[in-house]
């Protein structure tokens, strides 16, 4: 049962930073892809980041490129999103998603996505 936790989610101000976690369990951590979506209240879900294991590769949305990173850790089956000069639109629960699909591409479709963490709450106050 592949299981993915975050943690890392808070209150903090305009222009601060934020550190996301997902660690994940269960599975074969190789040639698949992690990532993260946000959904606000009143929204549909978000592709925000995503991170191809195989070869590095990484996509973000546009309205988070220059200001978030996406990472990861083989050692310890875990991926992170770095969050810079966060803004109030940001305010959201993020959630971690996994794919293990083998055309997986690490997309913004939700579809694409198999697994999912219960999402951390990022509010940011102006």
């Known amino acids: 049962q592949v299981q993915l936790v975050e943690s890392g989610g808070g209150l903090v101000q305009a222009g601060d930073s934020l550190r996301l976690s997902c660690a994940a369990s269960?599975?074969?951590?190789?040639?698949?892809?992690m990532g993260w979506f946000r959904q606000a209240p009143g929204k549909e879900r978000e592709f925000v980041a995503s991170i191809t294991w195989s070869n590095g590769h990484i996509k973000y949305v546009d309205s988070v490129k220059g200001r978030f990173t996406i990472s990861r850790d083989n050692a310890k089956n875990t991926v992170y999103l770095q969050m810079n000069s966060l803004k109030p639109e940001d305010t959201a629960v993020y959630f971690c998603?996994?794919?293990?699909?083998?055309?997986?591409?690490?997309?913004?479709?939700?579809?694409?996505?198999?697994?999912w963490g219960l999402g951390t709450q990022v509010t940011v106050s102006s």
């Open positions: 998603a996994a794919s293990f699909r083998l055309d997986t591409i690490g997309g913004p479709t939700v579809g694409e996505y198999d697994y």
């Open positions: 269960g599975g074969t951590f190789s040639n698949h892809v």
